[in-house]
């Protein structure tokens, strides 16, 4: 019972907090105005730095930029039971473990191009566009779309020679990320069934983020087991890792400085609108005071009307704010952003209203019913 009094006592004062709006339309418009005013700021400003961040970071987060390469020379004593150890590792996303490269041509054209041949190894080579289950293990080659133009294999229909003698059957394209576009162009013949005694030229690490390249990269090579550590060398994308760090520091720290600017602002011009409004009504609270409403119900009233208006112009702002934005052609801050945005809007609005409902819940009955 209690709990469908309360419930009724908030209809009333919400349906209450209506009617009080409409009653005051310059004020109200007002009030909505400066939140949606507040709102397309945020986002024609801040917003857009927001979308530019997460364009630059997105665009850092990329593969290529957590890679760690590590490169052994003939003798550097790695093999493929490497890739056992770095199981072991945590914060890596993937990895692969390939050998020295060797040239092939076309094999119905030995005189044709040469192309360098890897063999590799590894259990998520399916990242690459290679089928986990092979019709024939270790015996086919898969190679990127550049490596089948040089070879002359445009519809991978053919096979490839070793200047050694080997053949491999092309079965299939590589979708070549961007953490392997330096070995270009690239040819990959998979061997599922390595015995781990198998010489490891080239070994590539991608960390789940960017801030864990330098720390998996120490780990990665604490595991080589190299005979020769001198003939073993590391590229990582740890600058990249860096600006990355950087860029969210700067472009952060001027986003939150914008919006804490324009929330103040906000507060105040709606705390100056809304005791203005008290000033003009108070022998409406004093009567509602005498009619027996408590303080309480005063205050709650109040602030009730402000958060009412508060979402109103939050929607408003978020609309033409967006709008504005797909116009001018530039990119829209995530729903996060703007969810976030609107919440701190409606909360400065109704915050900034306690103190006139403070004023307006202590107006004696009295006082204010006196006629001059």
Not at 121 to 134: A, E, H, K, M, V
Request: no cysteine; net charge negative; charged share 15%.
């Amino acid at each position: 019972m209690s709990g469908g009094s309360a419930a009724g006592r908030a209809a009333g004062i919400i349906a209450e907090a209506f009617a009080s709006a409409r009653s005051q339309p310059v004020a109200s418009v007002l009030t909505m105005l400066m939140v949606a005013g507040m709102i397309v700021t945020v986002m024609l400003t801040t917003g857009r730095t927001v979308a530019a961040e997460q364009s630059v970071l997105s665009s850092i987060d990329s593969a290529g930029t957590r890679s760690i390469t590590v490169r052994a020379e003939d003798g550097a004593g790695i093999t493929s039971d490497v890739l056992d150890r770095i199981a072991g590792v945590e914060g890596i996303e993937w990895t692969a473990a390939f050998s020295l490269a060797m040239d092939a041509t076309n094999t119905l054209i030995p005189d044709g191009t040469r192309v360098p041949v890897r063999y590799a190894y590894g259990t998520g080579l399916d990242r690459l566009g290679i089928p986990i289950d092979s019709p024939v293990p270790g015996g086919l080659a898969y190679a990127s779309p550049l490596a089948l133009d040089q070879l002359g294999l445009p519809d991978v229909a053919g096979g490839i020679t070793f200047t050694t003698g080997a053949d491999y059957g092309v079965a299939g394209t590589i979708d070549t990320p961007d953490f392997l576009t330096g070995f270009e162009p690239v040819v990959l013949v998979p061997q599922p069934e390595a015995t781990g005694a198998e010489t490891v030229n080239i070994l590539v690490v991608i960390a789940e983020r960017p801030d864990l390249v330098a720390p998996v990269s120490d780990a990665v090579l604490s595991v080589l087991a190299a005979d020769d550590p001198t003939k073993v060398t590391v590229q990582t994308s740890e600058a990249l890792a860096e600006l990355r760090a950087l860029v969210k520091g700067q472009l952060g720290t001027f986003s939150r400085g914008l919006v804490l600017v324009m929330l103040a602002i906000t507060g105040t011009l709606v705390a100056i609108i809304l005791y203005g409004l008290v000033m003009m009504r108070r022998k409406d609270f004093g009567r509602r005071r005498a009619l027996g409403a408590t303080r309480g119900l005063i205050v709650g009233l109040l602030l009730t009307q402000t958060a009412i208006l508060a979402v109103g112009g939050t929607v408003l702002g978020a609309a033409v704010g967006a709008g504005v934005l797909i116009a001018t052609g530039d990119p829209l801050p995530g729903g996060v952003f703007l969810l976030a945005i609107g919440v701190l809007a409606i909360a400065t609005a109704t915050i900034a209203a306690l103190v006139p409902a403070l004023v307006a819940s202590r107006r004696e009955p009295i006082r204010e019913l006196r006629v001059p």
